[in-house]
């Protein structure tokens, strides 16, 4: 039982689960409600897309080992409740699946899900040495939920899936953010694992300032699709209370902030849905 409950940590579905949904959220958009507008290999986009996040996670904490004695010494890896071993087969394994159930679905979503694992794998591997970029790279894999949905069901037709263009925006902004949040809070164990100063530069005064510059432009653009009529009032009022909660957490303390981010991130997709459903598509 420790070890399965370690593998379950080690995915991280807290992050998978709410990303592949958005996934859904998206393709509602794109196709207008409509199911019959995806092929009929669709189920397994969703998988592909759950198992290239969950793999690269697996490998992400195989390749972190030294960081994270120091950043996060109850991770499965470093506790012991997972073996090397283990971890490497899930990644390797979860990849794997991914790239069949992408294939699948076609050759432009196989095309551009090849593309989003092989960005991970880079990312996994040497992001550490990217200072900056590191942010970057996180915010363009997230926003690739856009273009793997685009792959899948082609550009959307009718007014609700001009949102899609502000999302992406959006999504990029506060993935960026996020990440530098992270960044700033693992600064000590990066480090010490050898990687100084591309580690130190997340302590200069500018790095906090573009976080929440970041953070707080992401706010006000993912109200945008309320004025312009794209969504109805229930969006509206859900954007008003996430955007609320970006805008705070550039000046909260760190793990308050990451909780805010994370909160107006599952917002957004609520309050999508839901607008959608009550006032059609």
Known sequence: MRRILGLVRLLRLQYCVPLTAGYGVILLYLTQGASDALPRTWPLAFVSLFCVMAGAYALNDLWDRASDRINHPHRVLIRGDVSLRGAATAGVVLTGLSLFSAGACGLRFLTVMSCV??????????????????????????????????ALAGLGQ????????????????????????????DVKGDSVAGHRDKAMLRTRPWYRMLLRVSLITGAVIVLLPFPLGYCRWIYGAVAACAGALGCVAGFVPMRAAMVCVYIEVVLITLGSLLDALVFGF
């Open 117 to 150: 694992a092989l960005c991970l794998l880079l990312y996994n591997r040497w992001s550490k040495q990217w200072g900056l970029l590191k942010a970057v790279w996180v915010a363009m894999m997230v926003t690739s939920l856009y273009p793997l949905a685009w």
């Open 158 to 185: 009718g007014i609700r899936a001009r949102t899609l263009w502000i999302h992406a925006v959006w999504l990029f902004l506060t993935g960026l953010g996020y990440e530098m949040l992270k960044d700033i809070r």
